[in-house]
Structures are given as C-alpha cells and as structure tokens.
C-alpha cells in the first residue's frame, strides 16, 4: 500500500466487479441508441477506459476539461477548458465523471451542454458522496456511495498525486497538513 494511505476504501477487486456491472446495465439500457460518452478530465480518465471495455453495443466518445472554481457566492462556477469536439444535437450523452461530490461542475455541465439539444443526458459516475450535494442532480449509474472523507486513486488525486493507484484509498490527514 501507499505509505499516504490510511485505509483503502475500495478495493482493486471490488472496482473491477462493480465497474462490469454498471457497463452491462448501461449496454442494456442503450441498446441501439449509439450513445456518447463524454468523459470529464482528468480525473475520470481509468474509470471511463475500463467502463468502456463493458459496453457492448455501438457508441462514441469523447471528452471535456473542466475546472471548478469556488467564487466569493457559495454558487460557485466552472470553466471549460476542453470542449467536445463531436456533435451531440439528437444524440444521448453520457456523462462520466470521477466523482459527485458537491454536484456544482455536473449540473453546470448539464445545462451548457443542453443547448445543443442532445436526445438526453445521463449521468455515470464511479463514486458519490451524497451527504455533501449542494447542486440539484443526481447520478443515474454510480459504482460506489463513499463517506464524507478526501478519496484518491484509480483516477482521482490530490495535488496531481496518487491518480495510478489502482485501488481508492482515504489520505493520511499529516499529509494534508503538510501542504
Ligand atoms: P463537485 O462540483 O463538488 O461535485 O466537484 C466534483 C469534483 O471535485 C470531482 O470531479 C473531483 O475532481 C473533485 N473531488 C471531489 N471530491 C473529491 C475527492 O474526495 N477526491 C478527489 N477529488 C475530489
Ligand atoms: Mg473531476
């Protein structure tokens, strides 16, 4: 294990069996509908490459950069970093995303992708911290409801560190108060 890891949350065997679950109930759920993926980095980078490989019907991808920003409102706002390089106008998009935490960046990136007129827009993500949603959205496939605690690995890092763990694991809290 990392030494930065306190515990590990989610294990490498665990992941693998909930990530091929979700993909079949998506392959099933958009039979013949050619859907989008769109996958928001960075953090979604893993979870999106070992969904896919579940999915077996036709569909696409592609991917976005974002970054929040925490204004002076508790609104907050984010900014594109990335936009698609597909067409969505009719399509069904997915969205795929890391984790749902406060739920400020989903539902920001809802509504400026709505206006292309997609066919619909789903929400995938691997985990979801419930107990911190401010934003009113929901995910329609999660993998993991997680506690309220700083999760890193299998994608998702602090400081840019710890994203090729291949489990989730909670940080040691000295190295949060080292920085
Ligand atoms: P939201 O807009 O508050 O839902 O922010 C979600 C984004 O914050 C995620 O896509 C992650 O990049 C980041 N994030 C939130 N919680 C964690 C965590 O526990 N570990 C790592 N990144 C997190
Ligand atoms: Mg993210």
Do not use: W
């Not at 030494?3 to 665990?14: G, N």
């Amino acid at each position: 294990m990392n030494k930065d890891i306190q515990e590990i949350l989610i294990s490498k065997e665990e992941i693998e069996r909930k990530v091929s679950e979700i993909g079949a109930q998506i392959s099933r759920d958009f039979a013949g509908k050619n859907p989008i993926f769109v996958g928001v980095l960075k953090g979604c980078f893993i979870f999106m490459a070992d969904l896919m490989r579940h999915v077996t019907e036709d569909c696409a991808m592609d991917f976005m950069v974002v970054r929040s920003y925490e204004g002076t409102t508790s609104t907050g706002s984010v900014s594109i970093i990335k936009d698609l390089s597909e067409i969505i106008e009719n399509r069904h998009v997915i969205l795929v995303e890391d984790i749902l935490d406060s739920g400020r960046t989903l539902y920001y990136l809802k509504q400026y992708l709505m206006v292309r007129r997609p066919a619909s827009i789903s929400v995938v993500t691997l985990m979801d911290k419930p107990a911190r949603r401010e934003a009113d959205i929901h995910a329609d496939y999660y993998c993991f409801y997680v506690p309220d605690s700083f999760v890193v690995g299998y994608g998702l890092d602090y400081n840019e560190k710890y994203r090729n763990l291949p489990y989730i694991g909670v940080l040691k809290p000295e190295v949060y108060e080292k920085n």
